[in-house]
């Protein structure tokens, strides 16, 4: 079986906590691509969020991670692709709930409002929970039939 490849993006109020999952990543094994941004320097969450969001929308990658100050941005970004589930998650019981119920396939990070430590666990949690399916399938697809609302 081939490694998953998951990409991960900051602007700089994630960039500490990118480079703290970047090595929970790997030591899970996982082939990890950092899309950036590669120092604290400021900078603008779009530019990342779209990379990553695009490799998901495309099916390149099944799961993404993206990290801002308060997760906000990179979700509004991210959610703009088709098919993009984007998570703003905060504890491991979000992080469980956003798979078992909402099959997210992007984790948005809080930098500014989670500790490295929870971060990394909050990571672990979603990567290993499963989607629960049943009546949550039926809910998922009407995300994207809005228009037959
Ligand atoms: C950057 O200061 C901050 O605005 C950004 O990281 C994010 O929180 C935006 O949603």
Not at 49 to 62: D, I, S
Not at 123 to 145: N, Q, Y
Request: aromatic share 6%.
């Amino acid at each position: 079986m081939s490694v998953e490849r998951i990409p991960i993006g900051s602007d700089h109020a994630g960039y500490e906590l990118k480079e703290k999952l970047k090595v929970a990543l790997s030591g899970l094994g996982f082939d990890v691509e950092d899309v950036g941004t590669h120092s604290a320097a400021s900078t603008d969450y779009a530019d990342y969020a779209h990379p990553v969001a695009r490799e998901v929308e495309t099916g390149q990658a099944r799961r993404g991670v993206l990290i801002c100050g308060t997760g906000l941005g990179m979700s509004y970004a991210a959610n703009r692709h088709p098919h993009v589930r984007a998570a703003v998650v905060w504890s491991r019981e979000v992080a469980a709930l956003s798979r078992q119920h909402n099959d997210a396939n992007v984790l948005v990070l809080p930098a500014r409002f989670v500790s490295d430590e929870e971060g990394v666990a909050i990571l672990k949690t979603w990567l290993e929970t499963p989607f629960e399916g049943g009546r949550h399938e039926r809910r998922i697809e009407k995300i994207e039939r809005e228009e037959e609302q």
